[in-house]
């Protein structure tokens, strides 16, 4: 299996995908169970969000282990699931409480278009494994991502759910960003903290001061 990276722009540029890359496609193709997402996947989030348009960093843990969820967004979904994933389910709980509106769907690539980056610190999981993955070492490429998004100075705001991303994002300086550190959105831990914590609209306000275009984080428009 080789991974097709025609489509990830400059983010193609660091060393992850000179140095490891061939030794994830190994590893996957030698992977005796299914696992998620598609293969022409993996690398979506990236795809989506070059490192010159992203405003925010949302991070979350490793994609949906259930099969038909996960398509390379992290927290997102093709518009036809039903119902929600739990923890978008919670996400979409908070916006409503948040700005009093949330998306009609589980799609969330307009996040993505407006410069969100959707990322998991774990981009694969086998099918009904969550964590699965986990000490396969994608935190290179995670840590990686945001090195470089950290070394151009850029204001952004990170969104970091759960202990995973925010021990990724650990080294990422508070001093000209926004980081906004929550429970993870899953049923397990977002009772925690998660709910109330107002992410989306600190984030926008945030934006605002810093003179950059707030998030439409509820309405994807015309389809």
Not at 34 to 59: H, N, Q, S, Y
Not at 128 to 150: C, F, M
Request: aromatic letters at 8%; hydrophobic letters at 40%; a neutral charge.
């Amino acid at each position: 299996m080789r991974f097709d990276l025609s489509h990830l722009g400059s983010w193609a540029d660091l060393p992850f995908f000179t140095r490891d890359l061939s030794g994830f496609e190994a590893a996957l193709t030698a992977e005796p169970r299914p696992w998620l997402p598609a293969p022409d996947r993996v690398f979506a989030a990236l795809e989506a969000c070059p490192p010159d348009a992203t405003k925010v960093v949302i991070l979350g843990q490793d994609p949906y282990p259930t099969p038909g969820h996960a398509h390379g967004l992290a927290f997102s979904a093709e518009p036809h699931v039903r119902p929600l994933p739990r923890s978008l389910a919670n996400i979409y709980k908070e916006l409503q409480a948040d700005l009093g509106s949330c998306p009609p769907n589980a799609d969330l690539r307009f996040w993505a278009a407006q410069g969100v980056l959707l990322l998991n610190t774990v981009l694969t999981v086998p099918a009904g494994e969550a964590n699965g993955h986990a000490k396969l070492g994608w935190q290179r490429l995670t840590g990686q991502v945001l090195d470089h998004l950290s070394s151009d100075g850029r204001p952004r705001v990170y969104m970091l759910w759960g202990k995973p991303a925010q021990k990724a994002a650990k080294d990422i300086p508070a001093q000209g960003n926004l980081k906004l550190e929550a429970p993870h959105p899953s049923p397990l831990s977002a009772h925690r903290g998660f709910f109330g914590a107002r992410p989306f609209s600190r984030a926008n306000n945030w934006l605002q001061t810093q003179g950059l275009t707030p998030i439409n984080w509820t309405d994807p428009g015309p389809t």
